[in-house]
């Protein structure tokens, strides 16, 4: 395969291994919303939605590109807010004294781990529509004999497979 080959085959996995197998596999998907938004995430965030997995997004830095630190969504951009089933807002102002470097994070993953617990069980995902049943089909096919992605054979298999 020549180098362009090479480093398209890669991205197309890494997007399949993460939409198709890490992610369709969650029981919740956390998102970080913080600026700058990363594109990635809000695709994650939209397959999500069509795998019926229930999303977490979280803001920590309170900008207002989009509008009002006021509004409920704190500034971020309303396509990003309302597929949240809970948005946690964690402004600077609003950390608890002592709550600086590293404890932010102690504060958040335990703000985030009880919004978790608190979200309502889900006995089985949706019927997928067209585009989310594509992406799990690409990837089962793609990813299909191999178990371990550091044994060389399984990587041989992998790219067979691709």
């Known amino acids: 395969m020549s180098d362009e080959e090479v480093a ?6 890494i997007y399949l291994l993460d939409l198709g197998i890490f992610l369709y596999k969650s029981d919740v998907c956390v998102a970080n919303l913080d600026e700058p938004l990363d594109p990635g995430v809000i695709v994650e965030m ?3 939605k069509m795998f019926g997995i229930p999303i977490i997004g979280y803001r920590t830095e309170m900008k207002t590109p989009l509008g009002s630190l006021s509004d409920p969504h704190g500034g971020l951009h309303f396509f990003c807010y309302y597929p949240c089933d ?21 504060f958040l993953s335990t703000t985030i781990n009880q919004a978790i617990l608190d979200l309502p069980i889900q006995k ?3 019927e997928l529509g067209t585009e989310a049943r594509k992406i799990v089909d690409l990837t089962t096919r793609l ?6 992605l550091k044994c060389e054979s399984d990587m041989r298999i992998l790219l067979s497979n691709y």
């Open 8 to 13: 398209r085959a890669i991205t197309w996995i």
């Open 46 to 48: 939209m397959f999500s």
């Open 86 to 106: 809970v948005f946690i807002r964690i402004p600077n102002q609003s950390i608890p004294n002592g709550f600086i470097g590293g404890k932010i994070y102690d």
């Open 124 to 126: 089985a995902k949706p």
């Open 143 to 148: 990813f299909e004999g191999v178990n371990n």
